[in-house]
C-alpha cells in the first residue's frame, strides 16, 4: 500500500506564509509527477502546483508567483512554499503524487491540510 501524508496546514494571516509537506511511504519503486491541489468549500477540486520527476513545474495562475512547489526524490516528498497568502487561498490542500510500483502505476492522494487565510 502507498500512504502520501501532509502538513503544514494552519491559519495565517493576509500576506503570511505557510509552507506545505507531503510524504510518500509504501511499496514504491518510485514517483512520477507530484501535484498540489485545493477545494474551498461549494467548489470543485482544482491544480495549485505540480512537479514532474525531472523537476520541470507548473502552477495555477492564481498562485503564480506567490506559491513554489518543489521536491525532494530521496525523501518522496513534495512541498509547497506559498507566501503572500490571500483570503481566496483558503481551502483543503491535498497532495497527489503518481506512483511507480513493481506492477502498475497509480495515482494516490493525501488525506488533505486545511489552510486558512484570514483577512
Known amino acids: 500500500q502507498v500512504q502520501l501524508v501532509e502538513s503544514g496546514g494552519g491559519l495565517v494571516q493576509a500576506g503570511g506564509s505557510l509552507r506545505l509537506s507531503c510524504v510518500a511511504s509504501?511499496?514504491?519503486?518510485?514517483?512520477?509527477?507530484m501535484g498540489w491541489y485545493r477545494q474551498a468549500p461549494g467548489k470543485q477540486r482544482e491544480l495549485v502546483a505540480a512537479v514532474t520527476s525531472g523537476g520541470r513545474t507548473n502552477y495555477a495562475d492564481s498562485v503564480k508567483g506567490r506559491f513554489t512547489i518543489s521536491r525532494d526524490n530521496a525523501k518522496n516528498a513534495a512541498y509547497l512554499q506559498m507566501n503572500s497568502l490571500k483570503p481566496e487561498d483558503t481551502a483543503v490542500y491535498y497532495c497527489n503524487a503518481v506512483v511507480r510500483r513493481s506492477t502498475s502505476v497509480n495515482g494516490y492522494w493525501g488525506q488533505g491540510t486545511q489552510v486558512t487565510v484570514s483577512s
Open positions: 509504501g511499496m514504491i519503486l518510485s514517483l512520477n509527477d
